[in-house]
Nanobody, 126 residues
Framework: QVQLEESGGDSVQAGGSLRLSCKAS????????LGWFRQTPGREREGVAT????????YYADSVKGRFTISHDSAKHTLYLQMNSLKPEDTAMYYC???????????????????WGQGTQVTVSS
């Protein structure tokens, strides 16, 4: 049974840093994708970053490239999102999601997963 649980959200000032964690258990082997997404009220959910556990290959949205880093510790079954140089527009509820990787799908497909965490709030003030 897949379980995902985020933590680490907080209120910070612009320019600050936060590290989000997502305990991601229940995935067999390493052929699975994990991702971070964010959403604010009234706006569509946005993909932030994804990672393939089998190779640690990553994807980042243009809006966070160079500022955010996604990583995965397979021994601890934990996904991380290091967020630096935070901006007010990064304010959102952040969610992690995971899915087994299909041979004909990229890790971007994690957005269609049925397995999501409950979210952790990040608020960046100017």
């Amino acid at each position: 049974q897949v379980q995902l649980e985020e933590s680490g959200g907080d209120s910070v000032q612009a320019g600050g840093s936060l590290r989000l964690s997502c305990k991601a258990s229940g995935f067999p082997g390493t052929k699975y994708c994990l991702g971070w997404f964010r959403q604010t009220p009234g706006r569509e959910r946005e993909g932030v970053a994804t990672i393939y556990a089998g190779s640690d290959s990553t994807y980042y949205a243009d809006s966070v490239k160079g500022r955010f880093t996604i990583s995965h510790d397979s021994a601890k079954h934990t996904l991380y999102l290091q967020m630096n140089s935070l901006k007010p527009e990064d304010t959102a509820m952040y969610y992690c999601a995971g899915t087994m990787k299909l041979w004909n799908k990229s890790c971007l497909d994690v957005e269609n997963s049925k397995d999501w965490g409950q979210g952790t709030q990040v608020t960046v003030s100017s």
